[in-house]
């Protein structure tokens, strides 16, 4: 089997490993507070010159989204979102849990519309019979199907947030990916537009950790108060910082996505020459396509896959890049894949010749 | 400075490293559905060959009491436990965070006493307008203070809790050095007796991780449920499962909880011999005594610990030792020990004698 | 201005008053316990003659909602509804404030539909990312359409959620007004297919007052300790207990409904006789009615009604009648509606006069 | 049975009953929006004139402290009162189902000292393990003991609590009690000192109700949201208004309260007569006394009270008069303590004998 299943399928890149060696014997102290958890804040507040930002480390990105929300919402405010956002459709209620409502507003490729976004907020603002006040867009960049915000989406949100006096929070979980996907900014950008977000060490080459940056300053004091009650501070937290140290101090981060990106490119381009549907189109490292059943089960003792849903007779599956994935992957998973279209092309002749003989045969008059 | 602040102050035991190197480059399935979670439930399992448990892991501790409440609790059902316990001191309200009430029982050397727990149900159930359900006694052991409970306490306080309907829950943040403190049970035996308990791995060796132990049929469905809704499900699951593999393939866990309180034994022997007054007397790697101001000044630049509290004119502090403490380690600080008494007691020596000094002075007369 | 604005904007019928005072001056047992609110428990015990159920009384509906799901449901467990559910649309995130998540179902002129249930039912338990259990199907009976389910859809939903291990709970905020619509069912009925429902009083001649009725027995422990805990014990319990024995005592509840669904019905009927589009067809005392400019402008200074939503130029606006409305004021209700629309008629006509001029005008040439 | 359970056994005052009965029958605009809610606030605010304040209505106590509590504390913020408050003893966990922490101050005569209050946030502040803000005071006037807060005490808490940057908040249940038992501050020092408080109508003649009273301008926005998620906005909330219309039109409010707090002195300076042990030194409606078996037995199949604790083979009694009582009823209960006494010391008398009986015949030798 070929490993196409997720991005977090293996340990961590070789710097990480080896700074976890190198200080194994040292004595530090707990909860976050030794040099490497600074050195590692340093080091992301270097990616974000023009803005002063508060960073926090949080070991994995449920948890990191629940401290997030616990923090910035009163319990009166709401969260807007695409329908399709990883804290609907994949958290098992965590956010609810916290007491918070969330308000789906249908997605587009993954992403929400600024225009969808401002009728919603307008609607909900006009409703005297609503009594919340929407406070807080969620997104994620890149999408839950792999797509990316452009500038110009990223800077009309930010916008509109503003306009109504609601923060911009970004689920970084493939943020990297993101970055390296061919669009005009940078984390720099990310850390103006958005009042805080988070940058995903788990899906990008780290063994765990999630980094949490707050830039509006209004949202910075007693973050460590929330996450300490919501149980989301390390006691050797040195660990997490290592994580970003490893992936932000010779770029490995934008290095391992940059790599991801590229080999699912590969795979994309493929899929498309072969004339497999693309459920979406994809910049990033997470490929979506239709199979059919021929297809799918020439595939699924070959190659380790998820299934992301059923439509119909087909199967949508979902293929992931990764720092780790090989190249010798790529191209055993792409003569799988025509070897796939072959027997799929081949069972409809067959069947189709068969349906010619069946209708012949019926068609014969004594 | 030598270090006595804690025993999660270094990364782990080389067989957890070797492990995490070893398989570095597998691919694992997510979410702890891995062979790495399999087999650390089994070899956990393995000491509790009378009750058949459910095993999970989760990362670190404030956490792992979150979910377990959660889990357990009803809305309408609180929690007994003593005043010193962790959930009522140091976890920032995360309990109560979840929607619960403690209730606080005076401790007896940070232990909850069976006749204080009947008193306290009975008082409680009779309360016509208290109108919730006492269900959970959460203890520790190790306590807070170092302390052990006894094969007695804990049998009576289980036939307790059976008797109101109650659960047992035990934090076993520190368990490796209770069993290890000289006690007559096993883990086989806590089985037994808990509902539902956590071993530590934090505080013993690993780099993070705690291995929960459900035992109470009625309460093992849907943990991973409440797990994932807590965020306190790793993507990487099989990181914390090599944590407990390490720990518990060649008994390390014992080894070194054995190790930890027997540096601990060495100094508490020689702070009884130096005459400094306990503030406890513990049985395992945590030590509480009392310096004063003299003792206090000598120390504090050449040892790392934790002031416990203020007491008059005193400081409590708090030396820990774990399976990283050094015998090293252990000799320098006995010899700081009886320097910074000898240096209290010339400094008292000198008081003494300017007093008498001064005395003398107003006593003569012309 | 004639109020068809609710039908909770008087006071309450006759009798309830009669009982506030003669009982004004006599002394009772506080929260629930007296003899009040045990005779109020035995008229609506009296209706499920079938069925020995637990009743409760709360003083208004979200607070009713929100007390019985906190009581029902564990933390991992969802609730399933309509989109255009009371406790989506009408209580400000009270239910997601309890913790617990809200799967939105879109709805089929404001009923679920059976098979919509079943394939959200299916798809959640088929998602092995979801981990969370769907466990309570919520429905309101009059829905806030107006609109009221069948026997067989009742008895359908009942069955799927038995089949799937879920609870049925029926928002009975105007579940009077159902039963007189002229189905083939009783509360009987009600309480054999539902695990849990309301009553309403409020919307149906009381002062306020919901009665809670458990017929579930899994259901029945602790429901008064979670009332409680939410604040929702009335001290002079007696006082809810009162509007139920008066809208029992002489079938009143059923009464008051009867009458306000026929002044509806009459209401109706006219606003289809003058050809006015509904938004809705309703059989009980709420209807939704499409107004263009022309007849809003005239009817919203005469008659005090809702605004329900806006829809491209028009309004659709509610009326609602009550125990209290006067056939009276429906009589003149329908004058103004009449008006109204030989109001836009007679603009329309000049309209097209006005544009066949300009037509003409500028067909004419030289 | 004469009563003396509590202070809400009986419906509501004269005018109160008139106001619902007169205004039955007009039609109101509900959730609070109508002309009676405005008056009941004009009303109040009239006797606050110093302070400019926001007003709201909710129907009952533990409801009021839930939505006042949700309003002001954000997740990591904790709440400081004695430990004999009700948020501590009866509400059934209300407040921690919130997710906000209780930090108990143990209370001296049902008080807060500024003494201890000032050395508890101290305490907490320089903890660095902690954790949480402390944020808000809470305390009752009168308390649950029927003792009052002095000028001096209530402007000393205030000054610690504007020091320390936290809020002051006052449950009112029976602050027209507090008011009328002699000391010298009104209202309006009161408004000044609270950043928020309520006053009880519940048990001071009403049906039901408390009025919230927000004075810190920070508090003001958004508590009707809050309110509204909690359940605690009644659909006909003018009822609410026409119970603090009916109280503070003419000054009822304060004229009940002084009429309760006359009776209960009578009462208490007979026990003290009579010889009885009083638990606590009362200046309001609620006197509590010491009884002995033979007191307990003759009392308790006349006198309604109710049983406040069991102490050795005593019973604490509580003894609750209100603007109900009638002096009647008083006269009656001073006698009934006056027989009852008469046969404790009968019985005593009695046992004395028979000792001394028994011990002479044991004297006595052949």
Known sequence: MIFFRNDYGEGCIEPIMKLLQQANDESNPGYGEDKYSQRARELIQSKLPDVPSDIHFI?????????????VLRPYQCVLCTDSSHIVQHEAGAIEQTGHKIIQIPNSSGKISAVSLSKT???????????MEPKLVYLSNA?????????????EISRICKENHMYLMIDGARIGQALMSGIDYTLNDIAK???????????????FGEAVVITNNDLKPYFRHVQKQ????????????MQFIGLFENDSFYQCAKYSNELASIIQNEIIRLGYPLFMKSTTNQIFLVL?????????????????????ENVIIRLVTSWHTSKTAVSTLCQYLQLAMDASKAAEAQAEKEEEETENTEETPV
């Open 292 to 312: 059919n059943q021929v297809q799918y089960e020439y595939l699924k003792d070959k190659v380790d896959f998820e299934i992301w849903t059923y439509w119909d």
């Open 59 to 71: 070991v994995s990105g449920t948890l990191t989204n629940v401290v997030m929300m616990r923090h």
């Open 230 to 241: 919501s149980g989301a501070i390390l006691a050797k937290g040195w660990l997490i910082a």
């Open 143 to 155: 999408t839950e199907f792999g797509t990316v915000y452009t500038r110009e989406e990223l800077e």
């Open 121 to 131: 907020i307008n609607k909900l603002n006009s409703d005297e019979h609503f009594l």
């Open 193 to 207: 537009w958005a009042d805080l977000f988070w940058i995903g060490g788990t899906k990008n080459g780290a063994l």
